[in-house]
Nanobody, 118 residues
């Protein structure tokens, strides 16, 4: 059974930090590109960050560049999103996604809520 389980969300004050984790199981994690998405209230889902299978390349949405860092540990089958200098606009449900190389296979996690508020 394929699973992606996110954790690490919560309530944080503006300027604070959080680290999200997403653990994969039931598929060969190291062969999947991993991405983080978010959906804010009343807005469409947007991609926040992505990382290649070996971690060699990363890309970010303009709105989070310089503040967020994506990383992965293929031994632990985990992808991380380190979020610094958080803003109220970062408030959203954050999802991780696994995309199979050269295939249309994709898996989604259930999401974790991040709320940035004073």
């Amino acid at each position: 059974q394929v699973q992606l389980v996110e954790s690490g969300g919560g309530l944080v004050q503006p300027g604070g930090s959080l680290r999200l984790s997403c653990v994969g199981s039931g598929f060969t994690f190291r062969y999947y590109v991993m991405k983080w998405y978010r959906r804010a209230p009343g807005k469409e889902r947007e991609m926040v960050a992505g990382i290649t299978i070996d971690g060699g390349r990363k890309n970010y949405a303009e709105s989070v560049k310089g503040r967020f860092t994506i990383s992965r540990d293929n031994i632990r089958k985990t992808v991380y999103l380190q979020m610094n200098s958080l803003k109220p606009d970062d408030t959203a449900v954050y999802y991780c996604k696994a995309e199979g190389m050269g295939s249309n296979t994709e898996y989604w996690g259930q999401g974790t809520q991040v709320t940035v508020s004073s």
